[in-house]
């Protein structure tokens, strides 16, 4: 079997390494199953992006929707990145950490009046408005909080992203944004609309893109909004562009972060504002494993199936998406044979997989094997399904690793459950 090896993740001695720590050290400390995650690949991801787009008045906000815990989150502001944040939750997770408000943006197709109140309380840059409805009740909601809120328009450009249709958002039929006409009306009833400032113009056409021609394309038709706008008397600050670039996770072509700014900026030069970016998958797929532990080897019929000790509840993505991640043994040793497998987890549903017919180093009862390309859309999807407990996370910073969330007690499992009827 073929081994993935991004940055930061690699064998030595036969042993996989997180930096300069062996993940078979961890696991022996911490026990599985676990996420582990590098801080230097996130640090040199977010700095590689950022360095791309030089050339332009430019802000990185963070998507945390892609991975929340705080440290995670202050790695990248720690760095100067802003924070995009998609409900209440994820808006008070950035306030713990300590982010400035003017660096946090607000996204969401759904957000209740509650968000919206906090979100105008605690002054954030810009809330990202998805329809007429929602833009007449922030500007009621400001007004009562005798504010003015800075607000930007969703638009939904109608562009294919060419990714899986669970995460494509940017199409006709999906239920993001508002279209171009739409828009341009919205814009225009300003004078009308007290309390709010429109500020900017927002699109999110996506996950997992792999292509640079849909941003392009998505591009040039808010830039033609921006400049109608502007012919209009009506001047935006910037344009988000969202988020979307896409990671390698199996043999996927994906394109470099300086090839995408080569293809957008001389777009973007022209317009004359502030551009954002919203990166999540980008900036943390692949400083990211999932740690788990062979329970069994067993063959039903002649299908041979590895039950390891994390499940559909851990990490949902091969379930909900079919998504492909590479599974290979923490510890490579010379003898194995390889075997074709469902590497399964121990939930009652036949979606509980990580793999299917997956070639795979026979790896035996208490092994442990990694899951990569898992530092994205992980953690943060994970559930207690099956009365599972959530697992531990873990920084690693060169030869030093932080457990940055405790694996859940089984007392949490209950702790808002008090009482019996
Ligand atoms: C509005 C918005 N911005 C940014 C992102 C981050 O996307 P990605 O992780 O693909 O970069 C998402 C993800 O769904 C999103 O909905």
Redesign the pocket.
């Known amino acids: 079997m073929e081994y993935f090896e991004p940055d930061y993740f690699h064998y030595k001695n036969n042993q996989l390494y997180c930096e300069e720590l062996p993940v078979q050290e961890i696991a022996e400390d911490i026990g599985s199953p676990a996420y582990i995650y590098s801080k230097n690949y996130f640090i040199d991801r977010y700095k590689e992006f950022d360095e791309a787009f030089k050339e332009i008045k430019h802000t990185i906000f963070y998507?945390c929707?892609?991975n929340f815990n705080l440290s995670v989150i202050k790695t990248f502001t720690d760095i100067g990145s802003g924070v995009?944040v998609?409900s209440e939750g994820e808006l008070l997770r950035a306030l713990k950490v300590g982010v400035d408000p003017q660096k946090i943006i607000m996204?969401g197709v759904g957000k209740t009046s509650e968000e919206i109140k906090l979100a105008i309380e605690k002054d954030l840059l810009m809330i990202?408005a998805e329809s007429e409805e929602e833009i007449f009740l922030i500007n009621e909601i400001a007004a009562s909080l005798n504010k003015t809120a800075r607000v930007a328009i969703?638009v939904n450009p109608d562009v294919d992203a060419q990714t899986h249709p669970y995460?494509s958002?940017g199409l006709a039929e999906n239920k993001?944004g508002v279209d171009t006409e739409t828009a341009l009306k919205l814009f225009r009833k300003q004078k009308d609309l007290k309390n709010i400032k429109f500020t900017g113009i927002?699109m999110?056409i996506?996950?997992?893109?792999i292509k640079v021609e849909p941003f392009v394309e998505a591009a040039k038709k808010l830039s033609e909004l921006i400049l109608q706008l502007k012919s209009d008397g009506i001047f935006l600050e910037h344009l988000d562009m969202?988020?979307?670039?896409?990671s390698t996770y199996n043999n996927e072509k994906t394109f470099a972060v300086k090839d995408f700014a080569n293809a957008l900026l001389p777009l973007l030069k022209k317009l004359e504002c502030d551009v954002f970016f919203?990166?999540?998958?980008?900036?943390i797929a692949n400083g990211g494993i999932l740690l788990t532990k062979v329970l069994y080897n067993k063959k039903n019929h002649d299908k041979n199936f590895i039950v390891v000790d994390s499940a559909m509840n851990d990490l949902l993505r091969p379930s909900i998406y079919s998504a492909y991640h590479h599974i290979q043994p923490v510890v490579l040793k010379n003898n194995r044979k390889d075997i074709v497998a469902d590497i399964v987890g121990p939930v009652c549903e036949s979606g509980d997989f990580f793999a299917k017919k997956r070639e795979i180093a026979q790896s035996n009862h208490g092994e442990y094997l990694a899951i990569m390309s898992a530092g994205?859309?992980g953690m943060p999807m994970a559930s207690n399904y099956n009365s599972r407990r959530r697992p531990a996370e873990v920084l690693v910073d060169g030869k030093n690793y932080k457990i940055i969330r405790s694996r859940e007690t089984f007392d949490h499992l209950f702790f808002d459950e008090p009482e019996l009827i």
Do not use: M
């Open positions: 998507a929707k892609s995009d998609n996204s990202k969703r995460i958002t993001f927002d999110h996506g996950s997992q893109i969202g988020g979307g670039v896409g919203e990166p999540g998958r980008y900036l994205a859309y």
